[in-house]
């Protein structure tokens, strides 16, 4: 079945940047869409970014638009992060999904996502 592992994570200064990585193995149609979600303590997980089937469209949540940009291939999931602050310190998870987008509506409800990575840590301070 699908696996996917998280890479790239750790602490960085604020206004700093860092990558993470999310390798898919075994893709099949539970994979068809793609997102990385983020549990900051004492919070709920948020989902952060949204990727339409093949990461043709992304949709990005308010609190990182314009600094984070993701990306996909055909076996890897990124995530860039520039300037960075203390309040994105959180794990970082990637999670994919078989439910293809509506239109340009992302699958934003975590419940929906099939697979999940181990989570990475990312620490700004």
């Known amino acids: 079945h699908v696996q996917l592992v998280e890479s790239g994570g750790g602490s960085v200064q604020a206004g700093g940047s860092q990558s993470l990585f999310c390798e898919i193995a075994?893709?099949?149609?539970?994979?068809?869409?793609m997102a990385w979600f983020r549990q900051a303590p004492g919070k709920e997980r948020e989902g952060i970014v949204m990727?339409?089937?093949?990461?043709?469209v992304t949709s990005y949540d308010d609190s990182v638009k314009g600094r984070f940009t993701a990306s996909r291939s055909e076996s890897t999931l990124s995530l860039q992060m520039n300037l960075l602050k203390a309040e994105d310190t959180a794990m970082y998870y990637c999670?994919?999904?078989?439910?293809?987008?509506?239109?340009?509506?992302?699958?934003?409800?975590?419940?929906?996502?099939?697979?999940w990575g181990q989570g990475t840590q990312v620490t700004v301070s």
């Open positions: 999670a994919s999904t078989g439910i293809r987008w509506v239109g340009l509506s992302p699958v934003v409800d975590e419940k929906e996502y099939s697979y």
């Open positions: 075994k893709a099949d149609d539970s994979t068809v869409c």
């Open positions: 990727l339409s089937f093949g990461g043709g």
